[in-house]
């Protein structure tokens, strides 16, 4: 089990809590919670080890595409693949009422 920490500018504090997805077979959770104005922090729980580089670059693509809101995002994966990635963050921004 490896885990991660990223970090991210971002605008204004996310609007609400948010949860997206499932931990299972190849899948993940996501878990959103307001942070302050400024900064996002993703936190990553995987149960794959040596693909620190590949999710660095999958949410650098994600956070440097889109101003988005200040979020504390947790991730429990459980071997999902990049693309199941960034629909499950999303998906949470989503949830939690932003575009």
């Not at 693909?51 to 200040?70: C, I, K, M, N, Y």
Request: no cysteine; hydrophobic share 45%; glycine share 10%.
């Amino acid at each position: 089990m490896e885990q991660l920490q990223f970090e991210y500018a971002a605008g204004q504090p996310a609007a609400q809590r948010a949860l997206a997805g499932v931990v299972g077979s190849g899948d993940l959770e996501v878990l959103l919670e307001p942070a302050a104005a400024g900064r996002t922090t993703v936190l990553v729980q995987t149960s794959v080890n040596g693909f620190g580089a590949t999710w660095q670059a999958v949410l650098d693509r994600l956070f440097q595409a889109a101003s988005l809101p200040a979020a504390r995002i947790e991730i429990h994966d459980s071997g999902a693949t990049p693309g199941v990635v960034r629909l499950r963050i999303e998906q949470a921004y989503e949830q939690a009422g932003q575009p």
